[in-house]
């Protein structure tokens, strides 16, 4: 399975723009106070990576923009703590030890435009687990070797999604119900996985093969 072309320096120059002008105006909840071993500014960024933390980071300031928690050991995405974050855009997760989400573990965060979920140990995707997030621009998928099945419905709301990632897991098939839910897709990568040679991966090849345009630049 090929890997359809990365975005334009143009296009990703956009989707970070777009990311960073939803409002980053310092504001008096972020000086309430940081988690343990992070780092907090004042463009609303709490930089968690690397921590050796094994739990979310708890009382981390409710308008918080940013939030980068990979290089961890972390097993879980508590979703009372991280539904409060309301205003979030930005969250990198990858590098941790995440075996699981749901729909209900981003039912709050309708700003969220990027999201890295790389380097873990997800093993499905279950339906509408990304629905809540109606603002997600890109999404990173990737390098989470058991992860062998993606539900037909697990994007069928991220209308806005231009950037999806999902090589280097352990995919044998995609419907292709999930691709063509995505009308402002630019970008796919899916390479690297163990395809099964049947009729639903014809079909995602054939799709693949006559959308591809749409990927260009």
């Not at 918080?64 to 972390?74: A, E, G, K």
């Not at 419905?153 to 292709?176: G, Y």
Request: hydrophobic residues 40%; charged residues 15%.
């Amino acid at each position: 399975m090929r890997l359809l072309p990365e975005p334009s320096a143009q296009s990703l120059r956009l989707i970070f723009l777009l990311i960073f002008v939803m409002g980053v105006a310092p504001s008096p909840a972020l000086t309430a106070g940081c988690p343990d071993r992070c780092v907090c500014d004042d463009q609303l960024v709490v930089q968690c990576a690397g921590q050796q933390l094994t739990d979310f980071p708890a009382d981390l300031p409710l308008a918080t923009r940013q939030l980068i928690i990979s290089n961890n050991r972390i097993g879980e995405l508590p979703a009372l703590q991280l539904n409060y974050l309301s205003d979030l855009v930005y969250l990198d997760c990858s590098n941790n030890s995440l075996t699981e989400i749901s729909e209900s573990t981003f039912g709050n965060l309708r700003k969220l435009a990027y999201l890295d979920l790389s380097f873990n140990t997800l093993a499905q995707i279950d339906d509408r687990t990304f629905g809540p997030l109606a603002s997600l621009v890109m999404l990173r998928m990737t390098d989470n070797p058991g992860l062998s099945e993606i539900h037909p419905d697990a994007f069928s709301e991220n209308i806005a999604l231009q950037v999806l990632d999902v090589s280097r897991n352990n995919l044998t098939t995609l419907n292709i119900s999930t691709l063509i839910a995505l009308p402002a897709l630019r970008s796919l990568g899916l390479s690297g996985n163990p395809w099964r040679c049947d009729c639903d991966t014809e079909d995602l090849c054939l799709w693949v093969q006559i959308e591809g345009f749409k990927f260009q630049g």
